[in-house]
Nanobody, 116 residues
Framework: QLQASGGGLVQAGGSLILSCAVSGRTFSTSAVGWFRQAPGKARELVAS????????YYTDSAKGRFTISRDNAKNTVYLQMNSLKPEDTAIYYC???????????WGQGTQVTVSS
């Protein structure tokens, strides 16, 4: 089970921290990804972090602005989002899986709205 939180309304240039609490699976070996879906657009992977090595991936639009991290003691993954832009507005979902290319557990999503 995954519980995403931390979304909200923020002005352009602002910051938000999203949290994804994971339960019901071995967290330390699970990859976790943050996805987003804007109205009328396809879901896209924004950032992900592996379980065993902590390797990270960022989509081009997130590089330099977003940071994904994990706290294995709290079974939680974070997405620090800085310098937010209106085009970052979307529902953000976290997902977990056995590797960074495969996700089989999904959270309920949290809305992020960036005003111009």
């Amino acid at each position: 089970q995954l519980q995403a939180s931390g979304g909200g309304l923020v002005q352009a240039g602002g910051s938000l921290i999203l949290s994804c609490a994971v339960s019901g699976r071995t967290f330390s070996t699970s990859a976790v990804g943050w996805f987003r879906q804007a109205p009328g657009k396809a879901r896209e992977l924004v950032a992900s972090i592996s379980g065993r090595t902590g390797n990270t991936y960022y989509t081009d639009s997130a590089k330099g602005r977003f940071t994904i991290s994990r706290d294995n003691a709290k079974n939680t993954v974070y997405l620090q989002m800085n310098s937010l832009k209106p085009e970052d507005t979307a529902i953000y979902y976290c997902a977990a899986g056995s590797r960074m290319s495969f996700y089989d557990n999904w959270g309920q999503g949290t809305q992020v709205t960036v005003s111009s």
